[in-house]
């Protein structure tokens, strides 16, 4: 049965992910590509050759039917809705329990959609479905990424490159410096940490949420960590670093915070202590005058100070494609209270 | 069994994946602390009923073993490595393949793991082995994340907020502004786009590799959609949207980039046309007067060719901590040829 797409919202496949031909309303300058198949990671399956003697097998799943008085053959396929790309998706919310009916279904189901020409499938499975996973594996589905809750598996039909989306690739953390106007940063010291960090006083950090923007998620660890409460003014650097956690990779960027606050909470989990350090003594650490990394990125600190360096602000802009709110940051241009010369 | 650590690498889990309180070591200033327990994602499984019911059964799973003369009760344990942070990581290769004797081994591993106080588990299923997802499910573990050939499930042992790390949670997007000596900006259309966009004349777009730098995914994208090489100048602006694709997030950034060749070769896969297109046409584009988003990062663009703005520069640091090379994006500091006056 073949349901109308506008149900598909639940399947957190949005209707903009497809392929990589396939539109992708919110892209500044139009359409982002996906990702090309010579990416370092395949990310579909592949009609294998198991898959196409199914599509022989599935021809002994047809069942007879009387419509209209008229003897029909039909296939009975797993419940599912169109794509706008040639795709399907599996409805996740009508599987078969049972997996031997599922792997059935699946198989005369695949064997209809090759007819059909269609693409790529996407077939969620939640937790409670775990024991279909084999079943989709046997039959030529790939892994494409996993969620506490569910498994997402696909299954690519044409000759040629897939053009099915990566998921996500990259971890974001961010940093703040928080000056006060007694020239004093407020620094942490962790309390696990690796022998090389032990005693090094830190500025606060830490990974933003999944859905949680940069300068939010900049505030909150500081909160978290310090009990200081903040603004954030701008990102000052960004650092991209690849083939970290989970061989993904990962962006850490370095905001400038204004404090609102001045007494200091410290997270008893993750932190030892917490201090507003004149800035002379932050900068003096070994650990930063002998990292080149630590080094650049308090010497950009200081002149940010200083008022000789042009960071990047946040501002919300909604465009007229898809009504979407997102986050632009940028310099501010022609305007005389530029931070470049004194914000 | 308990192997050493120093085999861990090839499950993909570098040894400072851990918990929340671990070592980061290639955080620039310590430590980024892992995503709270408050985080809009429960990523971790909790000690189910069943679970501890399951504590109990495996009491029978003990076997009886002379050792040295003595009789010691020793249970049957999954092949295992200890993690720095008081987990384990399930050697994925030596899982046993029946699915009865791995759901035997997993319950009494569990058992085991409790009695030692262990924390996190971290179970990677390779495709071949799918069939033993449904026995982990069914023990209290949760999906953590897949790949095209794997899927990693994970169990949080003790009481209180799950610890165990995140997956990737944003995909990264480019763009390439490129501008000859003629004052042409090079422009795209795609072969296939949602309505609002055809025939709209925009930079070349695409996401990055997951272990690509940003740098290096504009100049490849700019080539493979045009043809044209490109030397990158900096990054422009970036913008940041919430729940994109598979709920993740997007991270988008805009390069200024210098031609290196002007023939024009157009991708037939996914360009309908390119060419070098007067600046003063690119701007008066309709579709780029009426976006608020649009507009301004042409307004951006604009400054930058007139070195009335500054961008970040891609500077390659390694810190002594950890011997890794990373790029750090920041403006130019106090020099001459600055490009907030002129690069």
């Given at each position: 049965m073949e349901l109308n797409m506008?149900?598909?919202k639940f399947l957190s496949?949005?209707?903009?992910?497809?392929?990589?031909?396939?539109?992708?309303?919110?892209?500044?300058?139009g359409i982002h590509s996906y990702p090309k198949s010579n990416s370092s990671k395949v990310i579909c399956a592949r009609v294998s050759n198991s898959a196409t003697s199914n599509k022989v097998a599935t021809s002994t799943l047809l069942f007879q039917s009387k419509i209209n008085g008229i003897n029909e053959a039909i296939s009975r396929t797993l419940d599912y809705f169109d794509d706008e790309y040639g795709g399907v998706i599996v409805n996740p919310d009508r599987l078969p329990s049972n997996p031997n009916v599922f792997a059935s279904l699946l198989q005369s189901s695949l064997s209809q959609w090759i007819t059909k020409g269609k693409k790529g499938v996407w077939l969620k499975l939640p937790s409670e479905y775990s024991e279909l996973v084999p079943m989709a594996i046997k039959e030529g589905f790939q892994y494409h990424h996993a969620e506490s809750g569910y498994v997402m598996l696909t299954y690519w039909i044409p000759e040629g490159p897939c053009m099915l989306p990566a998921n996500a690739s990259h971890q974001v953390g961010v940093g703040g410096f928080v000056i006060n106007d007694k020239n004093e940063v407020l620094v942490v010291q962790e309390k696990y940490c690796a022998p090389p960090y032990v005693g090094f006083w830190k500025i606060p950090t830490g990974f933003i949420h999944e859905s949680e923007e940069i300068y939010t998620g900049a505030v909150r660890e500081v909160q978290e960590e310090t009990g200081i409460d903040t603004e954030f003014v701008e990102v000052i650097a960004f650092r991209h670093a690849q083939n970290m956690a989970f061989e993904k990779s990962d962006l850490f960027f370095i905001c400038m915070l204004k404090p609102l606050s001045s007494e200091i909470k410290v997270d008893d989990h993750e932190i030892e202590a917490a201090k507003w350090m004149p800035v002379v003594d932050f900068v003096k650490q070994p650990w930063i005058q002998e990292d080149s990394m630590l080094k650049k990125v308090t010497d950009i600190f200081i002149a940010r100070m200083g008022k000789k360096y042009c960071g990047l602000f946040a501002h919300h802009l909604i465009s007229k494609f898809d009504d979407r709110s997102s986050t632009l940051y940028y310099n501010v241009v022609?305007?005389?209270?530029s931070n470049c010369i004194g914000a």
């Open positions: 506008l149900e598909a496949l949005p209707k903009d992910v497809g392929f990589r031909t396939s539109s992708y309303p919110t892209s500044l300058f022609n305007t005389r209270d």
